[in-house]
């Protein structure tokens, strides 16, 4: 069965950088999640798009944007990149935002240098 | 809003002997449960969820899991564990159906041979 597909797999920037990272949901599923885990840390919920739209929102910084694609794929943008800013970045897809569906990608590793 | 507590940071068991991981929620209605397994670096795997039903969920790996609300508990449980099981683990909740989930701060499960 087809899964989450997070690119890149790993990802090194210097500090004030901008990274890009992507993330194409189960085919038909049309609810992303972001999610952000620091080093010893449990993953903290970022933000989510349902149809495209922004559904909810945590603990983004103001440097981070996200947006949702016609295709349902999500892009989670990063500028000015901070030491503090590398951890791994989980996607997860749900289909109409339900919570049994979850189902997460293997995420990206952004190292900021 | 809804969260979630693991009150063990670390657990060391010997291999073969049984095993209990502790979570706790809060939630007014009847949450939806998860328990999830990483190993370092890697991603989050599912081993169990529960929404509705049979309050004893059967999970991969040998592990299973007891829904109970007049403790607001959700316990994570293997008769006897693996070297292999050596990892963090993470309780998360969602409020409802229609909610992303939250992580609690897992526990750290070691094995002594």
């Known amino acids: 069965a087809a899964g989450v597909i997070q690119s890149p797999r790993h990802l090194i920037k210097e500090k004030r950088e901008t990274a890009t990272l992507k993330c194409y949901p189960i085919p038909r599923h049309d609810t992303v999640y972001w999610y952000q885990q620091g080093p010893g840390q449990d993953p903290q919920f970022l933000i989510s798009?349902?149809?495209?739209?922004?559904?909810d929102k945590g603990s983004i910084p103001d440097r981070f944007s996200a947006q949702q694609f016609s295709d349902y794929h999500s892009e989670l943008n990063m500028s000015s990149l901070e030491l503090g800013d590398s951890a791994l970045y989980f996607c997860a897809s749900s289909l109409g935002r339900r919570a049994d569906g979850y189902t997460f990608g293997s995420g990206t590793r952004l190292t900021v240098v | 809003a809804q969260s979630v507590t693991q009150p063990d940071i670390h657990i060391t068991v010997s291999e073969g002997a049984s095993l209990e991981l502790r979570c706790n929620y809060s939630y007014g209605a009847t949450p939806y449960l998860f328990w999830y397994v990483q190993s370092p670096g890697q991603g989050l795997q599912l081993l169990l969820k529960?929404?509705?039903?049979?309050?004893l969920v059967q999970g991969i790996k040998g592990f299973e899991a007891e829904f109970k609300r007049s403790q607001s508990s959700f316990n994570l449980r293997k008769p006897s564990v693996h070297w292999s099981d050596a990892a963090e683990y993470f309780c998360?909740?969602?409020?409802?159906?229609?909610?992303?989930?939250?992580f609690g701060k897992g526990t750290r499960l070691h094995i002594l041979p």
């Open positions: 998360a909740v969602g409020a409802g159906r229609d909610d992303k989930i939250i």
């Open positions: 529960y929404f509705s039903g049979d309050t």
């Open positions: 798009f349902y149809e495209k739209m922004q559904s």
